[in-house]
């Protein structure tokens, strides 16, 4: 072997490069890797590729080993959120936006069962909130809210709630009325021989339930009183019972709050870990984008704090395969909601486990 044949094995290979692939938005390039090369040159450099295509973003991912994929945008795709956008149209499953794919933004509980969502004061929380409620309404689904701010965000919707708690000592009856409904449903799955209610007879099979809490940090709040204590920690034992056991068992919970971190007492961090569907909004500071994204994607977190004030509605979602991608809810005013709640109020189910509780009703 010649000198210059040794040179040319040594030398730095070229990575092979796809030709560029039209997209919605803009374009999209595949990156082949070869041995020993890796993502990071390419990632340090997505600024610079936005700069130099004169584009609005260049977003950089591996999806898998060898592999980068390029993506760049010409415009932001979440200006506009309120074209219309298909949705999947099933048994809970609310488009609550739209995404910068362009596909539309899809909250499904029966894929995902739990939602953890973040963000600070003005950030769009309860816009998405309203928004998802207003597309379950026309569902044969109980929602239950817990909003221990007086009833101030969800009692607009209150027409089309099974249950309302508007403070700690309400959520707790709620809560436990919830949890002993679940253990009435995994018996009747157990004689059944069923792993799920959705393997029972349909004739049979009880309503699911979708549980809105707005600020979950008003459910641990105490002036340090013995009761008040109680109060928390019986709360945090039922919303982990619920996590952990519910999404076979048609239970699904969505928590919001500006923060939710283990110093709001012990139990949220293990709630936390439980809810994998993530939604982080523009937040106040880094710790809680970590909270919120950091056990699942780091990039996620960085994009996170990105957001600025004049992205209402903007956040980072969790996507399929345990990657992230940006999304923006629909705009949905109060009087919208409320609107919506009313014209769907005769589809609110009263069941039989929330009577005797604050806004609950007897079975229809």
Known sequence: MTWRSR????????????????????????????????????????????????????????????????????????????????????????????????????????????????????SGKSTLLARLVTELAPQPVALVGIDCKGGMELGLLEMRLSALATCRSEAVTVLSALVTEMQARMQACRSAGARSIWELPEKTRPVPAVVIIDELAELYLTNGSKEQRAEAEECTTYLLRLAQLGAALGMHLVVAGQRVGSD??????????????????????PGTAEMALGDLNKDAVIVAQSIGEAERGVAVTTGDLGGWVRGRSRLTTPAEARAAAAEHARMTPRPKFLAGVPGGGTLL
């Open 7 to 122: 040179a040319n094995r040594c030398a730095p290979r070229t990575p092979r490069i796809s030709f560029p692939r039209a997209t919605p938005y803009g374009l999209e390039v595949q990156v082949r890797l070869h041995p020993g090369q890796t993502p990071a040159p390419f990632l340090a450099s997505s600024d610079a590729f936005a700069h130099a295509w004169r584009v609005h973003s260049v977003r950089v991912v591996s999806p898998e080993r060898g592999i980068v994929m390029i993506t760049a945008t010409a415009r932001d795709p979440l200006e506009n959120t309120d074209r219309p956008t298909l949705g999947a149209g099933e048994l809970l499953s609310a488009t609550v936006g739209a995404l910068e794919s362009g596909r539309a933004w899809t909250m499904d509980f029966r894929r995902v069962p739990h939602w953890l969502i973040v963000g600070a004061t003005q």
């Open 264 to 285: 709001l007492g012990p139990g949220v961090t293990a709630l936390r870990a439980q809810l994998s569907g993530r939604i982080c909004h523009r937040v106040n500071d």
